[in-house]
Antibody, heavy 120, light 107 residues
Framework: EVQVLESGGGLVQPGGSLRLSCAAS????????MTWVRQAPGKGLEWVAA????????YYADSVRGRFTISRDIPKNALYLQMNSLRAEDTAIYYC?????????????WGQGTLVTVSS | EIVLTQSPATLSLSPGERATLSCRAS??????LAWYQQKRGQAPRLLIY???NRATGIPARFSGSGSGTDFTLTISSLEPEDFAVYYC?????????FGQGTKLEIK
């Protein structure tokens, strides 16, 4: 069964850092684009960052570029999101999503999300 | 960055009725447009890809149309489980972006 499972969320102070992880299983990890999407409480979906199958291409939303870094460890079947200089507006549920085969943008398997709260 | 504008923000309909949701892009996205459904407390689910193709397991009452800047998601006859929030997403340019969502609620 294809699955992705996020972890690493929690409470962090403004200006702090946090690293999210996503464990993938049931598919050939290196063959698919992986994406992070977030959702602030009561708000809509916001695309955050994506990484190509081999890890050579990374893409970011304007709101996080320069502060967040997406990466993947193929032997470990793991996706990461390093978040630095966190702000209150980064408070959200962060979803990890697997790309659909042959597509750069379609997201066909989502985790249940991990909550990040930025507050003093 | 391409901006997607969905309308209406909220749509109130009854089971059995037809629902028409709109998504407009600030510039052409060709056919690189997807629709997702999100129910309360759940992760989103892919419904439609490349503007008009149903994802695996999606009922035939869901259909998508459009190209360029104007897209439509149609639910031909609403079932109780269809009341949810719907998002469009473009994949033409990086960064990919989502619309702000349309909430489909029971009238």
């Amino acid at each position: 069964e294809v699955q992705v499972l996020e972890s690493g969320g929690g409470l962090v102070q403004p200006g702090g850092s946090l690293r999210l992880s996503c464990a993938a299983s049931g598919f050939t990890f290196a063959g698919y684009v992986m994406t992070w999407v977030r959702q602030a409480p009561g708000k809509g979906l916001e695309w955050v960052a994506a990484i190509s199958g081999g890890g050579g291409g990374t893409y970011y939303a304007d709101s996080v570029r320069g502060r967040f870094t997406i990466s993947r460890d193929i032997p470990k079947n793991a996706l990461y999101l390093q978040m630095n200089s966190l702000r209150a507006e980064d408070t959200a549920i962060y979803y990890c999503a697997k790309g659909r085969g042959g597509s750069n943008y379609l997201l066909d398997c989502w985790g249940q999300g991990t909550l990040v709260t930025v507050s003093s | 960055e391409i901006v997607l504008t969905q309308s209406p923000a909220t749509l109130s309909l009854s089971p059995g009725e037809r629902a028409t949701l709109s998504c407009r892009a600030s510039q052409s996205v060709s056919s690189y447009l997807a629709w997702y459904q999100q129910k309360r407390g759940q992760a989103p689910r892919l419904l439609i890809y490349d503007a008009s193709n149903r994802a695996t397991g999606i009922p035939a009452r869901f259909s998508g149309s459009g190209s360029g800047t104007d897209f439509t998601l149609t639910i031909s006859s609403l079932e109780p489980e269809d009341f949810a929030v719907y998002y469009c997403q473009q994949g033409s340019n990086w960064p990919n972006t989502f619309g702000q969502g349309t909430k489909l609620e029971i009238k």
